[in-house]
């Protein structure tokens, strides 16, 4: 009788874990089989500190506000500098303009998160990487040196291929010398 008692709360256990699972899985922005869309907040917690310093935790929230591509995009980047080049054939620059809210958990709540474009990036649903535009962007930029208590809003561009119709955003903090909990969140580019 024990041995099934165990063998019962084991396997409820196991029920439970899947679901928890499957829950976290079908949060939008949580991986990429769930992107967020344009417009959905997505929370996090950001760890803040350098090398063996007390680590200080942050709370984030990420809104992809828009995602302006092809013709329109080109024209905002042309507009931004005359400078700027046509994206390579085949491919086309998808504009995201981006807002980022950052807030200290706790005391003393003084560590500064280096926001920059290079923290996000883009890539089709089959794993292929996107690079960054390589242009100048239409003002403002998503650069910042995060406070707590700030929120900034400004446009990152990325050159995707013109045959991809739902390429992902993802932003992950590691690039500024912090780490995201809970892994890189993830946008829908359209």
């Keep these: 009788m024990k041995r ?8 409820i256990l196991f029920i439970v ?12 922005g949580s991986s990429p089989a769930a992107p967020a869309p344009s417009g959905v907040t997505i929370a996090g917690i950001v760890e803040c ?6 680590h ?17 995009a080109w024209k905002r980047i042309r507009e931004a500098s005359p400078s700027n080049k046509q994206a390579e054939p085949g491919f086309e620059y998808v504009l ?5 809210e950052y807030y200290a958990r706790g005391t003393p709540g003084l560590c500064i998160h280096h926001l920059s474009p290079q923290q996000f990036s883009s890539v089709s649903l089959d794993g ?15 650069r910042k040196d995060m406070k707590s208590g700030e929120a900034v809003e400004g446009w990152i561009a ?5 045959q991809d119709k ?6 992950s903090a590691d690039q500024g010398g912090a780490i995201v909990h809970g892994g890189a969140k993830w946008f829908l580019l359209r």
């Design 128 to 142: 292929k990487d996107y690079q960054l535009a390589q242009v100048v962007l239409p003002k403002p930029e998503l």
């Design 17 to 28: 874990a899947a679901c928890i699972n499957l829950v976290h899985a079908q949060t939008p």
């Design 166 to 171: 739902a390429p992902l955003m993802t932003y």
């Design 158 to 162: 990325f050159a995707v291929s013109q």
């Design 49 to 54: 500190g350098q090398g063996y310093t007390s």
């Design 56 to 72: 200080e935790l942050y709370d984030m929230k990420i809104t992809l506000v828009e995602a302006i591509r092809g013709e329109e």
């Design 96 to 100: 995201a303009r981006v807002k980022f």
């Design 4 to 11: 099934a008692t165990k063998r019962i709360v084991k396997g």
